[in-house]
């Protein structure tokens, strides 16, 4: 029910942009987030964007080099992705919940998942 695309293999310091469709009945009034995971860790919160899109909150990792944003009119959400480091390689979902924003999410509170998009930075 989401799909999640856009990930790759970048060198240290090159930019990506992940994106999530979805169909609308998901995708209107959710909050929707990205998390990852890295081999042989837990899934770990990354950036979540509150519906319409107005509340947004980042992992002290990846704040001011991320940057979340939707277009409800597409349905989709995207996660741009700046100044990657190798650190940030893992498989990366995006997830949506039916229910209040709160920023610094867990996983478990979020319903739909997409299946994952590797991305790879090289040192």
């Known amino acids: 029910q989401l799909q999640a695309s856009g990930g790759g293999l970048v060198q240290a310091g090159g930019s990506l942009r992940l994106s999530c469709a979805t169909s609308?009945?998901?995708?209107?009034?959710?909050?929707m987030a990205w998390f990852r995971q890295a081999p042989g860790k837990e899934r770990e919160f990354v950036a979540i964007?509150?519906?319409?899109?107005?509340?947004?909150d980042y992992a002290d990792s990846v704040k001011g080099r991320f940057t979340i944003s939707r277009d409800n009119a597409k349905n989709t959400m995207y996660l741009q992705m700046n100044s990657l480091k190798p650190e940030d390689t893992a498989v990366y979902y995006c997830?949506?919940?039916?229910?209040?924003?709160?920023?610094?999410?867990?996983?478990?509170?979020?319903?739909?998942w997409g299946q994952g998009t590797q991305v790879t930075v090289s040192s």
């Open positions: 964007i509150g519906w319409p899109g107005g509340s947004t």
């Open positions: 609308g009945r998901i995708f209107s009034s959710h909050v």
């Open positions: 997830a949506a919940k039916f229910g209040v924003y709160r920023s610094r999410p867990v996983a478990a509170e979020f319903n739909y």
